[in-house]
Protein backbone atom coordinates (compact mmCIF):
# COMPACT_ATOMS: atom_id res chain seq x y z
CA UNK A 1 0.00 0.00 0.00
CA UNK A 2 1.07 3.68 -0.59
CA UNK A 3 1.82 6.16 1.79
CA UNK A 4 -1.21 8.62 1.36
CA UNK A 5 -3.38 4.68 1.40
CA UNK A 6 -1.90 3.57 4.66
CA UNK A 7 -2.70 7.44 6.03
CA UNK A 8 -6.08 7.39 5.53
CA UNK A 9 -6.84 4.09 6.55
CA UNK A 10 -4.97 4.77 9.79
CA UNK A 11 -7.10 7.85 9.61
CA UNK A 12 -10.16 5.59 9.70
CA UNK A 13 -8.87 3.40 12.29
CA UNK A 14 -8.89 6.25 14.61
CA UNK A 15 -11.86 7.32 13.87
CA UNK A 16 -13.42 3.99 14.36
CA UNK A 17 -11.70 3.53 18.04
CA UNK A 18 -13.42 5.95 20.07
CA UNK A 19 -16.76 3.94 18.62
CA UNK A 20 -15.11 0.80 19.86
CA UNK A 21 -14.53 1.89 23.24
CA UNK A 22 -17.93 2.62 24.03
CA UNK A 23 -19.05 -0.79 22.93
CA UNK A 24 -16.77 -2.80 24.38
CA UNK A 25 -16.99 -0.30 28.16
CA UNK A 26 -20.78 -0.74 27.37
CA UNK A 27 -20.73 -4.28 27.43
CA UNK A 28 -18.51 -5.08 30.26
CA UNK A 29 -19.66 -2.59 32.51
CA UNK A 30 -23.37 -1.74 32.18
CA UNK A 31 -24.35 -4.90 30.69
CA UNK A 32 -21.78 -6.87 32.38
CA UNK A 33 -21.88 -10.11 29.69
CA UNK A 34 -18.65 -11.21 28.01
CA UNK A 35 -18.10 -10.57 24.67
CA UNK A 36 -18.52 -13.66 22.62
CA UNK A 37 -16.72 -14.35 19.22
CA UNK A 38 -13.85 -11.85 19.29
CA UNK A 39 -11.83 -13.71 16.65
CA UNK A 40 -14.80 -13.25 14.19
CA UNK A 41 -15.75 -9.85 15.89
CA UNK A 42 -11.68 -8.33 15.33
CA UNK A 43 -11.89 -9.90 11.95
CA UNK A 44 -14.89 -7.65 11.37
CA UNK A 45 -13.67 -4.51 12.79
CA UNK A 46 -10.25 -5.32 11.01
CA UNK A 47 -12.38 -5.62 7.54
CA UNK A 48 -14.36 -2.31 7.75
CA UNK A 49 -11.73 -0.36 8.89
CA UNK A 50 -9.87 -1.70 5.18
CA UNK A 51 -13.18 -0.98 4.15
CA UNK A 52 -14.06 2.42 4.60
CA UNK A 53 -10.18 3.21 4.35
CA UNK A 54 -10.04 2.20 0.65
CA UNK A 55 -14.06 4.10 -0.04
CA UNK A 56 -12.23 7.16 1.04
CA UNK A 57 -9.10 7.02 -1.50
CA UNK A 58 -11.60 5.77 -4.15
CA UNK A 59 -13.66 9.22 -3.39
CA UNK A 60 -10.49 11.35 -3.50
CA UNK A 61 -9.22 9.45 -6.42
CA UNK A 62 -12.14 8.34 -8.67
CA UNK A 63 -15.49 10.34 -7.85
CA UNK A 64 -14.35 13.68 -6.69
CA UNK A 65 -12.20 14.34 -10.08
CA UNK A 66 -15.05 12.33 -11.87
CA UNK A 67 -17.96 15.39 -10.48
CA UNK A 68 -15.67 17.97 -11.10
CA UNK A 69 -14.47 16.48 -14.83
CA UNK A 70 -18.08 15.75 -16.05
CA UNK A 71 -19.28 19.49 -14.59
CA UNK A 72 -16.11 21.17 -16.54
CA UNK A 73 -17.19 19.48 -19.44
CA UNK A 74 -20.43 20.02 -19.21
CA UNK A 75 -19.88 24.20 -18.72
CA UNK A 76 -17.23 24.20 -21.26
CA UNK A 77 -17.60 27.62 -23.61
CA UNK A 78 -16.56 25.50 -26.65
CA UNK A 79 -19.45 22.84 -26.05
CA UNK A 80 -22.33 25.46 -24.85
CA UNK A 81 -21.57 27.18 -27.80
CA UNK A 82 -22.11 24.85 -30.18
CA UNK A 83 -23.52 26.40 -32.86
CA UNK A 84 -24.41 29.75 -31.35
CA UNK A 85 -22.57 32.65 -32.94
CA UNK A 86 -22.00 34.58 -29.65
CA UNK A 87 -21.66 32.83 -26.12
CA UNK A 88 -23.90 33.54 -23.61
CA UNK A 89 -23.68 31.99 -19.87
CA UNK A 90 -27.15 31.92 -19.16
CA UNK A 91 -29.07 29.27 -17.58
CA UNK A 92 -31.35 28.43 -20.25
CA UNK A 93 -27.99 27.18 -22.19
CA UNK A 94 -26.38 24.57 -19.22
CA UNK A 95 -29.66 22.25 -20.34
CA UNK A 96 -27.12 19.05 -20.98
CA UNK A 97 -26.04 20.09 -17.34
CA UNK A 98 -29.28 19.62 -15.97
CA UNK A 99 -30.24 16.41 -18.00
CA UNK A 100 -26.59 15.04 -16.85
CA UNK A 101 -27.75 15.82 -12.82
CA UNK A 102 -30.91 14.18 -13.36
CA UNK A 103 -29.57 11.03 -14.67
CA UNK A 104 -26.90 10.69 -12.78
CA UNK A 105 -29.34 11.37 -9.01
CA UNK A 106 -31.62 8.39 -10.64
CA UNK A 107 -28.80 6.17 -11.94
CA UNK A 108 -26.94 6.84 -8.22
CA UNK A 109 -30.28 6.66 -6.40
CA UNK A 110 -30.79 3.20 -7.91
CA UNK A 111 -27.55 1.94 -6.77
CA UNK A 112 -28.19 2.70 -3.18
CA UNK A 113 -27.68 -0.38 -0.80
CA UNK A 114 -28.94 1.16 2.08
CA UNK A 115 -32.52 2.36 0.11
CA UNK A 116 -32.29 -1.51 -1.22
CA UNK A 117 -32.33 -2.02 2.48
CA UNK A 118 -35.38 0.00 3.37
CA UNK A 119 -37.07 -0.95 0.38
CA UNK A 120 -36.97 -4.74 1.41
CA UNK A 121 -37.63 -3.93 4.51
CA UNK A 122 -40.62 -2.19 4.14
CA UNK A 123 -42.23 -4.36 1.96
CA UNK A 124 -41.68 -7.63 4.22
CA UNK A 125 -43.61 -5.06 6.88
CA UNK A 126 -46.30 -3.98 5.10
CA UNK A 127 -46.98 -7.68 3.69
CA UNK A 128 -45.96 -7.01 -0.43
CA UNK A 129 -48.20 -3.44 0.10
CA UNK A 130 -45.28 -1.53 -1.22
CA UNK A 131 -43.22 -2.72 -3.87
CA UNK A 132 -39.44 -2.79 -4.09
CA UNK A 133 -39.26 -1.33 -7.35
CA UNK A 134 -41.97 0.92 -7.16
CA UNK A 135 -40.32 2.80 -3.57
CA UNK A 136 -36.87 2.44 -5.16
CA UNK A 137 -37.85 3.97 -8.75
CA UNK A 138 -40.44 6.70 -6.60
CA UNK A 139 -36.97 7.66 -4.51
CA UNK A 140 -35.12 7.84 -7.79
CA UNK A 141 -37.12 10.30 -9.60
CA UNK A 142 -37.42 12.62 -6.65
CA UNK A 143 -33.42 12.49 -6.22
CA UNK A 144 -32.88 13.22 -10.17
CA UNK A 145 -35.66 16.17 -9.42
CA UNK A 146 -33.49 17.47 -6.52
CA UNK A 147 -30.38 16.90 -8.18
CA UNK A 148 -31.10 18.80 -11.51
CA UNK A 149 -33.29 21.62 -9.59
CA UNK A 150 -29.86 22.26 -7.75
CA UNK A 151 -27.88 21.94 -10.59
CA UNK A 152 -30.02 24.82 -11.83
CA UNK A 153 -29.81 27.35 -8.41
CA UNK A 154 -26.19 26.73 -8.68
CA UNK A 155 -25.98 28.03 -12.58
CA UNK A 156 -28.73 30.71 -11.54
CA UNK A 157 -27.31 31.89 -8.39
CA UNK A 158 -30.65 31.97 -6.65
CA UNK A 159 -31.03 31.54 -2.90
CA UNK A 160 -30.49 28.23 -1.21
CA UNK A 161 -32.70 28.80 1.70
CA UNK A 162 -36.22 30.04 -0.40
CA UNK A 163 -35.72 26.30 -2.52
CA UNK A 164 -35.49 24.64 0.95
CA UNK A 165 -37.96 26.58 2.38
CA UNK A 166 -40.70 26.29 -0.77
CA UNK A 167 -39.99 22.31 -0.86
CA UNK A 168 -40.57 21.52 2.92
CA UNK A 169 -43.76 23.61 2.71
CA UNK A 170 -44.84 21.19 -0.07
CA UNK A 171 -43.70 18.66 2.22
CA UNK A 172 -46.25 19.53 4.91
CA UNK A 173 -48.73 20.12 2.59
CA UNK A 174 -48.52 16.44 1.38
CA UNK A 175 -48.35 14.89 4.44
CA UNK A 176 -51.45 16.44 5.79
CA UNK A 177 -52.96 14.15 3.03
CA UNK A 178 -50.85 11.33 2.48
CA UNK A 179 -51.89 8.27 3.85
CA UNK A 180 -50.48 7.92 7.38
CA UNK A 181 -48.66 5.06 6.64
CA UNK A 182 -46.34 5.75 4.27
CA UNK A 183 -45.41 9.25 6.09
CA UNK A 184 -42.41 7.95 8.24
CA UNK A 185 -41.26 5.73 5.47
CA UNK A 186 -41.52 9.21 3.23
CA UNK A 187 -39.41 11.28 5.35
CA UNK A 188 -36.77 8.32 6.07
CA UNK A 189 -36.39 7.98 2.40
CA UNK A 190 -34.65 11.37 1.99
CA UNK A 191 -31.43 10.08 4.51
CA UNK A 192 -31.25 6.93 3.26
CA UNK A 193 -31.06 8.29 -0.41
CA UNK A 194 -28.22 10.45 0.79
CA UNK A 195 -25.47 7.62 1.72
CA UNK A 196 -22.43 6.03 0.34
CA UNK A 197 -23.03 5.75 -3.61
CA UNK A 198 -24.88 9.53 -4.29
CA UNK A 199 -23.49 11.67 -1.92
CA UNK A 200 -20.04 11.43 -3.17
CA UNK A 201 -21.25 12.07 -6.94
CA UNK A 202 -23.32 14.70 -6.21
CA UNK A 203 -21.09 17.04 -4.16
CA UNK A 204 -18.30 16.41 -6.40
CA UNK A 205 -20.99 17.45 -9.16
CA UNK A 206 -21.78 20.81 -7.17
CA UNK A 207 -18.31 22.01 -6.53
CA UNK A 208 -17.44 20.82 -10.28
CA UNK A 209 -20.30 23.31 -11.15
CA UNK A 210 -19.28 25.94 -8.69
CA UNK A 211 -15.57 26.19 -9.88
CA UNK A 212 -16.39 26.72 -13.69
CA UNK A 213 -19.55 28.34 -13.68
CA UNK A 214 -18.76 32.27 -14.35
CA UNK A 215 -19.22 34.10 -10.97
CA UNK A 216 -20.06 31.39 -8.88
CA UNK A 217 -18.33 30.97 -5.68
CA UNK A 218 -17.57 26.97 -4.55
CA UNK A 219 -18.04 27.97 -0.95
CA UNK A 220 -21.07 30.05 -0.96
CA UNK A 221 -22.76 28.24 -4.03
CA UNK A 222 -20.84 24.90 -4.42
CA UNK A 223 -22.32 22.88 -1.22
CA UNK A 224 -25.94 22.43 -0.54
CA UNK A 225 -26.97 19.86 -3.45
CA UNK A 226 -27.27 17.15 -1.01
CA UNK A 227 -30.07 19.04 0.41
CA UNK A 228 -32.21 18.95 -2.58
CA UNK A 229 -31.17 15.17 -3.08
CA UNK A 230 -32.27 14.44 0.67
CA UNK A 231 -36.07 16.81 -0.04
CA UNK A 232 -37.48 15.40 -2.70
CA UNK A 233 -37.20 12.05 -2.18
CA UNK A 234 -39.54 12.86 0.44
CA UNK A 235 -42.35 14.82 -1.96
CA UNK A 236 -41.80 11.94 -4.56
CA UNK A 237 -42.67 9.19 -1.92
CA UNK A 238 -45.38 11.14 -0.69
CA UNK A 239 -47.05 12.16 -4.44
CA UNK A 240 -46.30 8.15 -4.77
CA UNK A 241 -48.59 6.97 -1.79
CA UNK A 242 -51.35 9.74 -2.65
CA UNK A 243 -51.31 8.66 -6.14
CA UNK A 244 -51.87 5.20 -5.28
CA UNK A 245 -54.76 5.77 -3.18
CA UNK A 246 -56.42 8.00 -5.35
CA UNK A 247 -56.26 4.86 -7.84
CA UNK A 248 -57.75 2.78 -5.14
CA UNK A 249 -60.37 4.74 -5.01
CA UNK A 250 -60.98 5.27 -8.46
CA UNK A 251 -61.35 1.38 -8.89
CA UNK A 252 -63.10 0.61 -6.10
CA UNK A 253 -65.90 3.23 -7.00
CA UNK A 254 -65.74 1.41 -10.40
CA UNK A 255 -66.62 -1.73 -8.83
CA UNK A 256 -70.01 -0.89 -8.08
CA UNK A 257 -71.01 0.56 -11.29
CA UNK A 258 -70.09 -2.48 -12.99
CA UNK A 259 -72.18 -4.99 -10.82
CA UNK A 260 -74.88 -2.45 -11.26
CA UNK A 261 -74.68 -2.66 -14.93
CA UNK A 262 -74.25 -6.31 -15.08
CA UNK A 263 -77.50 -6.40 -12.76
CA UNK A 264 -79.52 -4.31 -15.42
CA UNK A 265 -78.09 -6.56 -17.83
CA UNK A 266 -79.67 -9.80 -16.03
CA UNK A 267 -83.07 -8.05 -15.82
CA UNK A 268 -83.29 -7.15 -19.05
CA UNK A 269 -82.55 -10.57 -20.37
CA UNK A 270 -85.01 -11.90 -18.13
Avoid at 20 to 46: D, K, S, T, Y
Avoid at 55 to 73: C, D, I, N, S, T
Avoid at 147 to 173: H, N, T, W
Avoid at 238 to 263: C, D
Amino acid sequence: MTGPMMTTILSTALDVLPILLFIFLFQLFVIRQPVRNLRRLFAGIAFTILGLGLFLVGLEQALFPLGRLMAQQLTDPQFLMSGAEALDFHWTNYKWVYVFAFCIGFATTIAEPALLAVAMKANETSGGAIHVWGLRVAVAIGAATGVSLGCFRIIAGLPLQGFILAGYIVVVIQTLWAPKLIIPLAYDSGGVTTSTVTVPLVAALGLGLAETVPGRSPLLDGFGLVAFTCLFPIISVLAYAQLSALREQIATRRKPRRRNGAESNSKEVI
